[in-house]
């Protein structure tokens, strides 16, 4: 039996479900499912053995994004693929209020890739903070949690705006504070290098443009009074690599 068939095994098992007979070319896609939904209950110690077996089989084949092999200016570096093989000291994740992860199965967002790679631990430690913390995490605030079976060290999450309706001013204030927040954490953890998504520019709403204008501007100034980080920005999409590029080349 494949791995990924003994992890559905054992999550329908949780669920008191027998397994759908699918095709084996569909089994990924049906254990991401599977884990997307799961709450953030305890896991056996075989699961978290095979997970994690099954996970860094996948991003052998994925591919490990070494971040110190980006070419940077200066401390800023601009890179375009999957934030889930990039190996850094931290990624940043574009989380929402409860902080556990995306529920919706397979879904295209980052907070669902980041979850379902770093494996089912995530959403566990995820809770036990907000447990912690006993109310939503706020806009513009971060948290940082260890990265689990991805390759980078830790992930910090922060929760940006929701844009409905026109771009206002405390918009543009709170995207500028999940920047500050995430920058402030990672140096106060010791971090050295620091990838950024394109927070709040996806299912949250937030103009490209104007988002990736803020990002910059906030790393510029925090990078000119602190010393040693190196800051990734991370997209995904052709039109935020195309903005960033020549934001970041506009300015040296």
Same mark, same amino acid.
């Given at each position: $039996?494949?791995?990924?068939?003994? /992890?559905? *095994?054992?999550? %329908?098992? =949780?669920? +008191?479900?027998?397994?759908?007979?699918?095709?084996?070319?569909q089994k990924d896609?049906?254990?991401?499912?599977l884990v997307n939904v799961r709450p953030p209950a305890p896991l056996s110690e075989e699961y978290i053995a095979l =997970?994690?077996?099954?996970?860094?089989?996948?991003?052998? *084949?994925?591919?490990?994004v070494n971040a110190e092999k980006l070419h940077y200016s200066g401390n800023i570096a601009l890179w375009k693929g999957d934030i889930t093989r990039l190996k850094a000291d931290a990624i940043v994740n574009a989380a929402n209020s409860a $902080? /556990? +992860? %995306?529920?919706y199965p397979c879904h295209g967002c980052i907070d669902n890739a980041i979850h379902t790679f770093a494996g089912a631990?995530?959403?566990? =430690? %995820?809770?036990?903070? $907000?447990? *912690?913390? +006993?109310?939503e995490e706020p806009v513009g605030s971060a948290k940082i949690t260890p990265a689990y079976n991805l390759p980078s060290k830790y992930v910090v999450h922060t929760v940006g705006p929701i844009v409905c309706g026109a771009l206002t001013q405390t918009h543009r204030s709170q995207l500028e504070s999940c920047y500050s927040s995430c920058l402030n954490?990672?140096?106060?953890?010791?971090?050295?290098s620091l990838a950024f998504c394109c927070i709040s520019t996806g299912e949250f709403h937030f103009p490209n443009e104007e988002a990736a204008r803020i990002a910059a501007d906030t790393v510029d100034k925090f990078l000119r009074e602190n010393d040693g980080m190196k800051v990734i920005f991370n997209v995904f999409k052709e039109v935020d690599y195309e903005i960033y590029k020549r934001l970041l080349s506009e300015r040296g």
């Open positions: $039996m494949a791995v990924v068939d003994k /992890l559905i *095994e054992i999550l %329908c098992r =949780e669920r +008191g479900e027998r397994p759908i007979v699918c095709p084996q070319s896609s049906y254990w991401r499912a =997970e994690g077996q099954y996970l860094g089989g996948k991003l052998a *084949e994925r591919g490990v $902080m /556990l +992860g %995306c529920f631990r995530l959403r566990q =430690e %995820c809770a036990r903070i $907000m447990s *912690e913390q +006993g109310h954490l990672a140096l106060k953890s010791g971090i050295k």
